[in-house]
């Protein structure tokens, strides 16, 4: 019997279980947030610095082997976020916006995450992890102003590929000391509070690449073991459970079509 047939059938409730991202975040957002700032273990700041954490300077000492991992993956060979997470919803609008899932909420993604072997082992070592990607802006594109689920996340980027006119491909992060424009360099990362409204452009005719990575805010206490509580409801919700389905529907899709046999010359 599956795990969830033993819940089923005895009455439990598993939090969160078959509800969208936006019903989860809706729900518990307020309470989960204050707690998680009364013990958090860094600042309340938009940018964080990241001597806070170790690992970052291993991924920016190896960030040209990250990068030859990610673009050898064709573009046209990487979903739209919108195509494979319905929950993005708007701010997935843009098919431009790119998202190679290399492992998320403890679930490695199978064909992707071996595909990029030197990323894959780095970010096993990621204290925290909750998703790893390789994330895409083509063109031209655009994601709208947002945030995050809770401030209990953390987003980091590290830049692999940047446009020649890199001051055009930029993030805006909206903190209580004022806006922070950040324009992507190779090489270098930053590190924000998910929860800051946010928004991107890359009005370029060249595509971007980078290392994306969300991360628990290492918090003490109580706040820690409410946010593994959370993380354990989000990985069994819809949200994430849909984004699995696709990304292992995609896959198939592409096996099939590397197997296909080829007219002889």
């Not at 860094?42 to 082997?65: C, G, M, N, Y």
């Not at 909750?130 to 401030?151: C, D, L, N, Q, Y």
Request: net charge positive; glycine share 8%.
């Amino acid at each position: 019997m599956k795990w969830n047939d033993t819940v089923n059938a005895r009455g439990w409730k598993i939090p969160f279980a078959g509800k969208s991202l936006f019903q989860i975040g809706k729900e518990l957002r307020p309470k989960i947030d204050r707690i998680i700032l009364r013990d958090s273990l860094i600042p309340d700041t938009a940018l964080i610095d990241k001597s806070h954490f170790p690992w970052i300077a291993v991924l920016e000492q190896r960030w040209r082997e990250i990068r030859e991992e990610a673009i050898q993956i064709r573009t046209e060979d990487i979903p739209s976020l919108g195509d494979i997470s319905f929950d993005h919803g708007r701010i997935a609008a843009d098919r431009r916006w790119k998202s190679l899932f290399l492992k998320g909420y403890g679930y490695r993604m199978g064909n992707n995450y071996t595909r990029a072997p030197v990323t894959a082992a780095l970010i096993d070592k990621v204290p925290g992890l909750v998703t790893a990607s390789f994330s895409v802006m083509e063109a031209g594109g655009h994601i709208p102003r947002h945030w995050g689920m809770t401030k209990g996340m953390l987003t980091y980027h590290l830049a692999l590929k940047v446009p020649a006119e890199r001051e055009k491909c930029r993030i805006h992060i909206e903190g209580a000391d004022g806006l922070h424009v950040v324009a992507w360099e190779e090489g270098r990362s930053f590190i924000f509070d998910d929860m800051c409204n946010h928004e991107v452009w890359n009005d370029t005719d060249e595509d971007r690449y980078i290392l994306l990575i969300q991360i628990k805010r290492p918090c003490r206490g109580t706040a820690n073991w409410i946010q593994n509580l959370f993380l354990f409801g989000v990985r069994h919700s819809r949200f994430v459970q849909d984004i699995r389905r696709n990304i292992e529907r995609d896959g198939r899709k592409a096996r099939t079509i590397d197997h296909r046999p080829t007219a002889n010359a």
